[in-house]
């Protein structure tokens, strides 16, 4: 036989063998069309782990852009804020509790008793969300028409700037999920709130940011108690131009981890479990937090990076304004600076914007930390991005009782039934 003639029978007869065995195969894991499947998937699943990174960091930049385009606006929160206090003069039942900017509407997300009418003119009620009511830039009051809320970023989506409100529903907001990413946001909401309230309104207790040494909780917690007592005891500040402000700025506490008690004049922003009555915001594994029982969902990975640029830049916390007046803050006179009841000698007192936006006068490796004065108010700052776990997320109400780490619902809050409307969710602890 023909050497070249037998090689080819011997290959043949190899393409025959495989093919024999390769049908074999198939047919045992479920025919030519589940392997396709498979294949098909596979190939997906490795394009997605490929792309993963570049798709992430161009969301991170998206998210960035967006949050510095619209904070950094010398009227980006003034506006939301204004719309907030507009959305609530509608109807004594309304409770403004978030909103949503972009750069051409404001969202105010409200919670409201069944009966409550329909905004007039020029609200515009989402098709989606009738709990959620917009109004264009031009539209807002020039000033606030009632009490002044107080929204503090929680991240973006894909075309809005997500705020909420944290002097609207009980007195604490606790960060759970992701332990990391849980102390980014706590850290963010705290240096939010530091930038625009006079100093001494809000105190960072230790182990919200690295570089700040502050008090434990309780000493957090004690110091913002002494700056409300002040409060009361001096009165509601007088504003030059709008007339008596609306009321003494409330005290915030900011910490790493929940205080023993809570006073009732003092407003505890707290990562991980708490005591009490709280509104819940849960971090998730991808980046995501969202406001238990409402639907303000956010993005924060790209926050604290976009905080970092415009934190300088936000206005200061207006509690009143009146018809053509731009003043947004009380006079030197009406701030007060608490005494807190601790004393750190020679510690690292780090201002919350200087950590953020990596000025100070100290060494700018250090974030700008200085030696502090033994009566200095503890300030904190600078946050990480970092991921969270998923958990349960639903729609339509804005705070969430609980007591240690479980709750079960009580129904506490009344809503709508029809099925147009997103179900509230209230939860206390059992």
Do not use: K
């Not at 759970?176 to 963010?188: E, I, K, M, T, Y």
């Not at 007088?238 to 003092?266: E, K, L, N, R, Y």
């Not at 600076?337 to 100290?362: H, K, N, W």
Request: charged fraction near 15%; hydrophobic fraction near 45%; proline fraction near 11%.
């Amino acid at each position: 036989m023909n050497p070249v003639m037998g090689a080819l029978f011997a290959v043949l007869g190899f393409l025959v063998l495989f093919g024999t065995l390769l049908h074999l195969t198939v047919r045992g894991v479920g025919g030519w069309r589940a392997v396709g499947r498979g294949l098909r998937r596979q190939a997906t699943l490795t394009a997605a782990a490929f792309t993963a990174p570049v798709r992430s960091q161009l969301r991170f930049r998206r998210r960035r852009r967006l949050l510095v385009q619209l904070l950094g606006r010398p009227d980006g929160l003034r506006l939301a804020e204004r719309a907030a206090a507009q959305a609530a003069a509608v109807d004594p039942a309304v409770m403004p509790y978030g909103a949503l900017l972009d750069p051409a509407y404001v969202g105010v997300l409200v919670a409201a008793a069944p009966g409550v009418p329909r905004p007039p003119d020029p609200w515009i009620v989402d098709d989606d969300n009738p709990r959620l009511w917009w109004l264009e830039h031009a539209d807002v009051a020039p000033y606030l028409v009632g009490p002044a809320p107080l929204l503090v970023t929680l991240g973006a989506d894909d075309e809005h700037v997500v705020l909420l409100d944290v002097l609207s529903g009980p007195a604490t907001v606790a960060v759970q999920g992701d332990p990391r990413l849980a102390r980014a946001v706590v850290a963010s909401v705290g240096a939010q709130l530091d930038a625009r309230l006079p100093r001494g309104a809000v105190t960072v207790s230790e182990g919200v940011h690295d570089r700040h040494p502050g008090p434990d909780p309780a000493g957090a917690v004690s110091a913002a108690h002494h700056w409300a007592a002040s409060g009361r005891a001096s009165g509601p500040a007088s504003d030059p131009v709008s007339g008596p402000v609306s009321g003494p700025v409330p005290g915030f506490a900011v910490c790493a981890s929940a205080p023993p008690h809570m006073p009732a004049d003092v407003r505890l922003i707290a990562a991980g479990t708490v005591r009490g009555t709280a509104r819940l915001v849960v971090a998730h594994a991808d980046g995501i937090v969202d406001v238990h029982g409402t639907p303000l969902r956010a993005d924060a990975i790209a926050l604290p990076r976009a905080l970092a640029s415009v934190l300088r830049s936000l206005p200061p916390y207006a509690r009143q304004e009146g018809p053509g007046s731009d003043l947004t803050e009380p006079p030197p006179s009406a701030q007060r600076p608490a005494a807190p009841p601790y004393a750190p000698t020679q510690r690292r007192a780090t201002d919350l914007t200087e950590v953020l936006s990596g000025g100070g006068e100290g060494d700018p490796r250090s974030g700008g930390v200085v030696p502090a004065a033994a009566d200095a108010a503890p300030r904190s700052g600078g946050v990480v991005p970092a991921a969270a776990d998923a958990a349960s997320r639903s729609g339509g109400v804005v705070s969430v009782p609980l007591v240690g780490a479980g709750f079960v619902m009580d129904g506490d809050l009344v809503e709508p039934e029809e099925p147009s409307r997103p179900s509230g969710v209230s939860a206390s602890a059992s």
